[in-house]
């Protein structure tokens, strides 16, 4: 894969546009941290636009993020005590229909009914150390604050959210890496030949819309029980009754451990109603990856890389782009040997890696390390 | 007899937004699981269940009013119903995924058996079996009644009021279906209709079994 830019000078530009945006989201109140973040985020970018390893970047940092994140989340309960925490996780259940509270006490960070202020990270961190108090919106005040940034973070990213963002797929993404497959998982395929005689195994369509039925059922069960969405996501509501967790943990392991590991795909991802509804806004999103037909010799390696079966022989064949899920994670770019995929602008012929690569990393930025400041910093103040 | 009709309705007609609540989810999956895709057929779907919804609501009512003699019903009763109602939905799910279609083994044929009717009333009997806030508000109510008739008369008219948002959503779902079905095509309705039966059926499995356990 070429890099994304030709000459040094953009990418320089793109780095320091990023860094200075890592020093000074993170300069107020930490200088120092503000320093560390904007440098190793200028660097960083700098490498994924001037490598031609673009993709085993990203799985590095995405990974190494995510890490971050779930090493926080044992910091907090080892800090607080198992009991403590569950603890607060039952009294924030039976006080989660009392509206308008102040989002201290009961009702905590990570909720995601704080969107837009989780989204910036920083706003919400800020808001608890220096006890801003701010209200606790209604439901349907949570439903639009929650709506609106997934709408617009859907249309920016699509499925990139999947791929650059969401810890679930850094989670995934940690067992998907290498090459070996272990389980074939035929029942769950269909076998395409092509003209070329490239024999291809893609997911029966039930499978793919697995998904959809969920993230169909949650809109039901959320809309007509007056239950807002986003908190059938929230662990807290898998803590009672406490078998919930048990069967949620399961579902991690077999869904974002072992079927990734055992077959290398991203099953996690594929079952994921959050990622339907970013799959939703894909066709719309302003950034898209692109097969160029004029430049492709139609050999399939980025079929057999892709971990979300999402570019497909047909996909190929009939000079679409690859469906809904996918993730712009960039293995089929750096698996093709005539660099005939990239990511373009919506479908214009314009490409835009660059600026695609410097807002994921900003958006990453803007959420990531507060997150970790949040749940080991103030999480077990609030609760403790 | 004229105020205990208009109690009931008036009861039944407060209580309709959280009926259709409680029925929808269920509902509109398995009015998209139809292969049908006339209104009319949407008509008799909604009429059947909420005529089986009626039927548990008068069963109820007796039973409680009489057997009882008070609204405590048995914690039980809940889980076990929601339980047998998950199974229903499971099947009727995988039903219409297909996942019976091809196989010959006895427990598929079994299944398939089973499935292959659409059980309107039974649905609809099941899931008035579960009583929700309004519905045993009135019960309670039924509890202070001095004969079977005037029991039966209220929890009618009750389940009457209650139904008549859930038919007039019903209709409308089938409607908004049609639309969605000359975007989407009619298979994938059907299997994501399936899908959000089997993955439903599981919820209420879930919930269950916590009930079960908790009582
Ligand atoms: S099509 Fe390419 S960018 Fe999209 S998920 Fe598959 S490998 Fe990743
Ligand atoms: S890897 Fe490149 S050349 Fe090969 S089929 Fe895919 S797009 Fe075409």
Redesign the interface.
């Known amino acids: 894969m070429k890099p994304a830019v030709k000459s040094k000078k953009r990418a320089l530009i793109a780095a320091l546009i990023v860094g200075s945006f890592g020093l000074w989201w993170y300069f107020d109140p930490f200088p120092w941290l503000g320093a560390i973040v904007g440098i190793l985020a200028g660097l960083f970018v700098y490498y994924l636009l001037t490598s031609s390893r673009m993709e085993t970047g990203r799985r590095l940092f995405f990974i190494g993020l995510n890490l971050m994140v779930i090493a926080s989340i044992f910091v907090v309960i080892a800090q607080l005590g198992w009991g403590t925490f569950l603890n607060w996780a039952d009294i924030h259940e039976k006080e989660y229909y009392l509206q308008g509270q102040t989002s201290s006490g009961t009702q905590s960070f990570p909720c995601t009914r704080d969107v837009p202020q989780v989204w910036l990270g920083k706003a919400q961190y800020l808001d608890y150390a220096s006890s801003w108090n701010i209200k606790f919106p209604t439901t349907l005040g949570a439903f639009l604050i929650t709506l609106v940034p997934y709408i617009a973070i859907g249309l920016l990213f699509g499925r990139g959210v999947c791929g650059w963002l969401c810890p679930f797929g850094g989670l995934t993404e940690i067992f998907v890496t290498g090459k070996k497959v272990r389980w074939k998982l035929d029942a769950l395929k269909r076998k395409v030949n092509t003209k070329s005689g490239f024999s291809y195994a893609g997911l029966k369509?039930?499978v793919k819309?697995?998904k959809?039925?969920?993230l169909?059922?949650v809109v039901?069960?959320s809309i007509?029980?007056?239950f807002p969405l986003v908190c059938v996501f929230c662990p807290v509501f898998w803590l009672e009754?406490l078998?919930?967790l048990w069967?949620m943990l399961a579902f991690i392991i077999v869904f974002a451990i072992i079927l990734p590991f055992m077959t290398k795909r991203r099953w996690w991802c594929l079952i994921c109603p959050i990622g339907a509804c970013f799959g939703l806004v894909n066709r719309i999103s302003f950034f898209r990856i692109k097969v160029d037909k004029n430049k492709c010799i139609k050999c399939y390696d980025c079929v057999d890389e892709c971990r979300m079966y999402t570019i497909t022989p047909e996909t190929i064949e009939k000079d679409k782009n690859p469906g809904d899920d996918c993730t712009r994670c960039g293995r089929c770019m750096e698996a093709c040997p005539e660099d005939a995929i990239d990511i373009y602008f919506m479908d214009t012929g314009k490409k835009v890696r660059t600026a695609f690569i410097s807002l994921t990393l900003i958006a990453a930025l803007s959420l990531y390390i507060w997150f970790v400041l949040i749940m080991v910093d103030i999480f077990p103040k609030v609760i403790g | 007899m004229l105020s205990l009709i208009i109690t009931g309705m008036s009861l039944g007609f407060s209580a309709g937004t959280s009926c259709t609540a409680v029925c929808f989810p269920i509902l509109i999956p398995y009015l998209a699981s139809d292969t049908s895709t006339r209104i009319l057929s949407g008509l008799k779907t909604v009429l059947l269940f909420s005529a089986g919804r009626l039927v548990s609501y008068m069963a109820l009512g007796v039973g409680v009013a009489f057997i009882l003699g008070s609204a405590d019903i048995s914690p039980l009763m809940v889980p076990v119903v929601t339980l047998i109602l998950s199974l229903v939905l499971v099947l009727y799910g995988l039903n219409t995924l297909g996942a019976f279609n091809t196989s010959q083994k006895p427990v598929a044929r079994a299944c398939r058996g089973i499935t292959s009717r659409r059980p309107h009333f039974i649905m609809g009997m099941l899931v008035g079996l579960r009583p929700c806030i309004p519905l045993i508000a009135a019960l309670m109510y039924t509890v202070n009644l001095s004969g079977v008739a005037d029991v039966v008369i209220f929890m009618l008219f009750f389940g009457i009021a209650s139904s008549m948002l859930i038919i007039v959503f019903g209709v409308a779902g089938r409607g908004f279906l049609n639309l969605l079905v000359n975007r989407i095509g009619l298979d994938r309705i059907r299997r994501l209709s399936g899908l959000v039966l089997v993955i439903m059926g599981a919820v209420f499995m879930l919930q269950a079994v916590g009930g079960i356990i908790n009582a």
Do not use: A, C, M, N
């Open positions: 369509e039930w819309d697995t959809y039925g969920l169909i059922t039901l069960l007509f029980l007056s009754p078998f919930v069967i």
